[in-house]
T-cell receptor
């Protein structure tokens, strides 16, 4: 069964304290892995698409990497405005399978 | 350039009623997907419309139905509402069924 698991469920960091979020997946045919950011009460905002192991993408303080079994979202020197829930999804046979997300809180 | 829009923003219904939610895709997009998101969970795929036809469907009962119009906008209909249907309903649009999807703000449905 296709499955996406994100860890940790929640992460509290001090402003400037770098860390990583994990997304592990088990799918029959990976056609892409997606990272989204979601603020409370709003729709997910697209961040990155990764297609093959070894691929990396960067945007401001965020960097996403992909291996054959998992993806990491690295956040460098985060700011309070980076606080949100970060969702990972995989495209398995043209359907998106979603993780439950990691709630990131950055304290000033 | 307008992004994905959804209406209404919030909706309160009672059990057994029917509801219709609406979505207009991002300019240039022709595919609309609908998701249900419970509090603290990731979105769950309901179905996807492309060229006015339902192309894929997730594990949702027939009470959930939809439609896509010639201008690519879409509706989600839910019949015989249950308390468990309370959730944030998200619409996402993309080009030709690719899964790089852009989401609307969602409709918060509360069933009492």
């Amino acid at each position: 069964e296709d499955q996406v698991t994100q860890s940790p469920e929640a992460l509290r960091l001090q402003e400037g304290e770098s860390s990583s979020l994990n997304c592990s997946y088990t799918v029959s045919g990976l056609r892409g892995l997606f990272w989204y950011r979601q603020d409370p009460g709003k729709g997910p905002e697209f961040l990155f698409t990764l297609y093959s192991a070894g691929e990396e993408k960067e945007k401001e303080r965020l960097k996403a990497t992909l291996t054959k079994k998992e993806s990491f979202l690295h956040i460098t020197a985060p700011k309070p405005e980076d606080s949100a829930t970060y969702l990972c999804a995989v495209d398995s046979n043209y359907q998106l399978i979603w993780g439950a997300g990691t709630k990131l809180i950055i304290k000033p | 350039d307008a992004g994905v829009t959804q209406s209404p923003t919030h909706l309160i219904k009672t059990r057994g009623q029917q509801v219709t939610l609406r979505c207009s895709p991002k300019s240039g997009h022709d595919t609309v997907s609908w998701y249900q998101q419970a509090l603290g969970q990731g979105p769950q795929f309901i179905f996807q419309y492309y060229e006015e036809e339902e192309r894929q469907r997730g594990n949702f009962p027939d009470r959930f139905s939809g439609h896509q119009f010639p201008n690519y906008s879409s509706e989600l209909n839910v019949n015989a509402l249950l308390l468990g249907d309370s959730a944030l309903y998200l619409c996402a649009s993309s080009i030709r069924q690719t899964n790089e999807q852009f989401f609307g703000p969602g409709t918060r449905l509360t069933v009492l």
